[in-house]
């Protein structure tokens, strides 16, 4: 097991968890509380909003859950090799894992979305609705952006031969500005403040480093 990713995925909680600390416990909150309005402020217009709350859709439970099953579905029923196989198996895992943080911090340090009604009372799962840090949306886009373009790279590998850094680049371009955007818009629809899409990202940084040693147990056991 390689000691350096474990390191540095325990490293990234530990800055995810310091800022949950901090915002409540220290002036980081006020400083969160004026980068957000500022952002808001500024994409203030309907349209602007509405196309924000559709496009954060792309990184919702459903849609990450449905396609990373799609995929997998798609690499076990055509018989990808192992290598393959191994690699949408441990994009599952981190996947499972990055949920399970994401709600834990949640509840553990409960700091309420922008503008939620605490009049109206939440049941089950949907106390998760009250509660923004860290945001779910930028983890686990996180998590699909560091893991598909190895993934999409080893389906395809066999049909491109040439100009493969430049693809590999272009996809890995395209997702992480994909994690951005989906972030920025968290922020834009007040479901989220600048510090809890910033805790997400490191939350599914930290689940992906944590798990990446894992990779050749998953190709031993599928072998």
């Known amino acids: 097991m390689d000691r350096k990713y474990v390191v540095l995925g325990l490293t990234l909680y530990v800055a995810m968890i310091s800022i949950g600390i901090s915002l409540k416990y220290t002036e980081l909150w006020s400083l969160n509380m004026d980068l957000t309005t500022l952002i808001v402020n500024h994409t203030n217009e309907s349209t602007t909003r509405l196309l924000a709350s559709v496009f954060s859709l792309t990184a919702s439970v459903f849609a990450v859950w449905v396609a990373l099953l799609l995929i997998i579905t798609y690499v076990y029923v055509r018989g990808g090799n192992i290598d393959l196989k191994a690699m949408v198996t441990l994009s599952l895992l981190t996947l499972i894992l990055t949920e399970l943080v994401v709600m834990l911090s949640k509840y553990h340090f409960s700091i309420l979305r922008p503008g939620v009604n605490i009049t109206v009372s939440y049941v089950g799962s949907e106390v998760l609705k009250l509660y923004a840090y860290p945001s779910g949306h930028s983890a686990r886009s996180t998590v699909m952006a560091y893991w598909l373009p190895y993934i999409v790279m080893s389906i395809i590998r066999d ?65």
């Open 159 to 223: 049909r491109i031969i040439r100009k493969r850094k430049r693809l590999y680049r272009l996809i890995s371009f395209a997702l992480w500005l994909w994690v951005a955007v989906v972030s920025l818009c968290r922020v834009i629809t007040q479901e989220h403040y600048v510090l809890d899409v910033i805790g997400g990202v490191l939350t599914g940084l930290g689940s992906v480093f944590l798990m990446k040693p894992l990779l050749p147990l998953i190709k031993e056991r599928i072998s």
